[in-house]
């Protein structure tokens, strides 16, 4: 995606400056455009940890270039084990990071050690490109839900869903968090068919949940819209259920971090109660992810998916930008009142109107995964 007129995808290697991994730091955004120079293990297991890169893929192929730092500095096998399993355990909810830390090991443990950087370097690349083509896939898949939106709208006499506050030929997408190009390599997931519907020209706009506590919405979601040009609206976390209930929803796109071969998902916190709100008023609600988001092993997300457990400090403390422009954290909660931060939730797969991946729309099922992916089933 494009900031200023250049290209950028969302982490890249600058081979002019000691092949040294750069990310925007998205503790900074919408604020600051700042970007990253990470060259440790330590440095990207920071940056995962402290949500300075964050999103499911983009955790996934972060960690992978990761490994390719961690190996500068031993290329063993003992160093290989040990420095990916902590950049494994940097976060637990999104199954990218286990899944891209697999796959490096199973390209590494068959390459020589004196060949493992180069090799590193090479698989963390190849896993970028192919989350920047599955993404891209998941846009062109999405977008006909909103052609098809805009259809129904555009149809004489459907008055159903007529929206009393935005513009009646209008789409109206209401997400959460944010699954966009900053949350994958390029073009994300959840907002990759949105940004197609608005380059041809289709007239989407987006209600954007805000996404208490850490605010991934009103700062990052709203700051790639905004930047892209698509039309869009911030809103606190709890306003979707009435923007429903008054027909100003047309559908509903969320990413994940975990789908379960049953088609549970887990997301971002509060995802559960827009497919409650989409549920009691009919209107669909479509997770949108790569197949690297697939966790084959689970069934059963409710019981199986690790929820991270972020700190309290979190939900107690909210940063923004002050009238002189420096960047500010303030305390919203009493001194002594205690916080917990459960950082996602995970919607049954019975609330779930499908799953938009690479290879096309399913039901969020195991039969529906099993004819979109038959070698998994
Ligand atoms: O805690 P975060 O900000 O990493 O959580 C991110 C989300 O929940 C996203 O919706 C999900 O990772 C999909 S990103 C394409």
């Known amino acids: 995606m ?7 995808r969302s982490v890249w290697i600058d081979t002019e400056d000691g092949w040294s991994l750069r990310v925007f730091d998205q503790t900074r ?11 440790t293990r330590d440095e990207v297991a920071r940056a995962i940890a402290t949500m300075q890169v964050r999103g499911a893929p983009l955790i996934g192929a972060v ?20 420095d990916a399993e902590i950049l494994a355990r940097t976060r637990p909810t999104a199954v990218n990071l286990r899944w891209a830390i697999e796959r490096m090991l199973t390209r590494l443990r068959n390459t020589a050690p004196p060949e493992r950087v180069a090799a590193a370097y ?10 920047v083509a599955q993404n891209e896939a998941i846009g062109r898949h ?13 149809t004489p006499g459907r008055t159903a869903r007529a929206s009393r506050t935005t513009r009646p030929d209008r789409v109206n997408v ?8 900053i949350a994958t390599v390029d073009w994300g997931t959840a907002l990759a068919p949105i940004y197609m519907a608005h380059d041809r020209g289709l007239d989407v706009h987006v209600w954007v949940d805000e996404t208490r506590p850490r605010n991934q919405g009103a700062a990052l979601t709203a700051w790639e819209l905004g930047r892209h040009g698509v039309p869009h609206t911030v809103i606190p976390d709890n306003a979707g259920g009435h923007l429903m209930q008054h027909g100003e929803v047309d559908l509903v796109i969320v990413g994940t971090d975990r789908v379960t071969r049953s088609g ?25 992810l790569p197949s690297t988001t697939i966790d084959w092993r689970m069934r059963d997300g409710l019981r199986e998916i690790e929820i991270e457990q972020r700190d309290p400090g979190e939900v107690t403390r909210m940063t923004g930008r002050t009238d002189d422009g420096s960047i500010t954290t303030v305390q919203i909660t009493p001194d002594h009142s205690e916080a917990a931060n459960p950082a996602f939730d995970v919607t049954p797969a019975r609330l779930v109107t499908g799953l938009i991946t690479e290879r096309g729309r399913c039901d969020a099922n195991e039969a529906g995964l099993a004819s979109l992916f038959p070698e998994r089933a």
Do not use: M
């Open 2 to 8: 494009k900031i200023d007129g250049i290209a950028y």
């Open 174 to 181: 209401l997400t959460h968090c944010n699954a966009g190009w």
């Open 63 to 82: 960690a992978a270039y990761g490994l390719a730092l961690a190996l500068r500095a031993d290329s063993s096998t003992e160093a290989l084990e040990r």
């Open 142 to 154: 999405g977008l006909e839900l909103i052609e098809q939106a805009a259809a129904g709208r555009a």
């Open 264 to 288: 549970d998902v887990a997301n971002k916190i509060g995802t559960y109660l827009k497919a409650l709100a989409a549920a009691d008023n009919n209107v669909p609600f479509w997770v949108a």
């Open 29 to 39: 955004l919408p604020w600051a455009t700042e970007i990253l120079r990470l060259t």
């Open 122 to 131: 090479l698989e963390a690349g190849l896993i970028c490109d192919e989350d």
